[in-house]
């Protein structure tokens, strides 16, 4: 899938893009039958909400589910952050977050890149988040909710928030969330959340700041990210466990557009149990300096 120059002029000013429905219902159905069995599992992986047994974040089910290995080589998802960046793209992170119904907790105000900065060294923010929806969203099941534009702000200064949730993240202060959401526009656009059937897919920007409040309906809200990097920026260092920031810097390779439904085959390189290594942290910087 390629993006048009109208719609490349809008991820510019705007910093995301929406595509309702992208994936069909049979797609996204073999995506979904996978998800229990992975949130069952008692594994690092899987971090749960606060107090609850609700998954918050499965991560890397790519390297030991089938359809999600296919997913993260999907052309609808991929080719597009390729031809922005002109580079081939690895996967740095990839993620399965429940949002599930009644239990689902909020995500704080922030930008992506700024934990990928701080915690990953990774160099700059020639990365992309690539979101597909597993459940529809609509307005009471938590979605995600961007100021559009923020990314042209860079990387704003943010404060490691080891509380909040159950996920350690760095949070953008609500004095400059009020300004940001002032210059977006305030009440008329300041803030957006695109909401659509399971299937829709959204594009944005690694420095979009971006959050989504807690889900009080019945409905569950699960969406897959991609996070992809161009390869040239991969990141400096492992002070993160695999599970969550690849050390894996090969390029992706996309498969064809009817792979999940055709069940390409792909390699699992997980599927027999994460290697004791994916826990492995470190804070010495590739190439030499401890930090
Ligand atoms: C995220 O910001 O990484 C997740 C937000 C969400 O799933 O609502
Ligand atoms: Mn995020």
Redesign the pocket.
């Known amino acids: 899938m390629r993006l048009t120059p109208q719609q490349i002029d809008r991820f510019d000013t705007e910093g995301y893009l929406f595509f309702p429905g992208l994936f069909t219902p049979e797609e996204v159905a073999e995506l979904n039958a996978a998800v229990p069995a992975l949130y069952a599992r008692r594994e690092a992986y899987n971090v749960r909400e606060k107090g609850s047994e609700a998954v918050r974040t499965n991560f890397a089910a790519h390297l030991y589910s089938e359809p999600f290995a296919r997913l993260a080589r999907h052309p609808r998802m991929v080719e597009p952050v390729e031809a922005l960046f002109g580079e081939k793209l690895y996967m740095h992170q990839f993620k399965i ?1 429940g ?1 599930m119904a009644f239990e689902g907790d909020v ?1 704080q105000w ?1 930008q ?1 890149y700024g934990t990928w900065k701080n915690d990953d060294l990774m160099p700059t923010e020639r990365a992309m988040n690539v979101a597909i929806f597993l459940d529809d969203v609509n307005e009471y099941n ?1 979605p ?1 909710m961007f100021i559009p534009g923020s990314h042209r702000k860079g990387v704003i200064d943010a404060r490691h928030d080891l509380t909040t949730t159950s996920y350690p993240l760095w949070t953008v202060d609500n004095a400059l969330i009020t300004q940001l959401v002032e210059r977006a526009g305030g009440k008329a656009g300041g803030i957006v959340s695109p909401k659509g059937p399971a299937g829709s897919m959204i594009l944005f920007h690694s420095c979009l700041v ?1 959050a ?1 409040t807690s889900n009080l309906s019945p409905w569950n809200r699960v ?1 897959v ?1 991609l996070s992809l990097c161009a390869v040239s920026n991969h990141i400096r260092r492992f002070k993160r466990p695999e599970y969550i920031a690849h050390r894996d810097f090969t390029p992706i390779d996309c498969l064809t557009d009817d792979c999940l439904l055709a069940r390409a085959p792909v390699d699992l390189p997980w599927a027999g149990g994460m290697p004791a290594s994916a826990l492995e942290t470190s804070l010495t910087e590739l190439g030499g300096n401890t930090a």
């Open positions: 977050n949002k995500w922030h992506d938590g995600l971006h989504s969406s990210y």
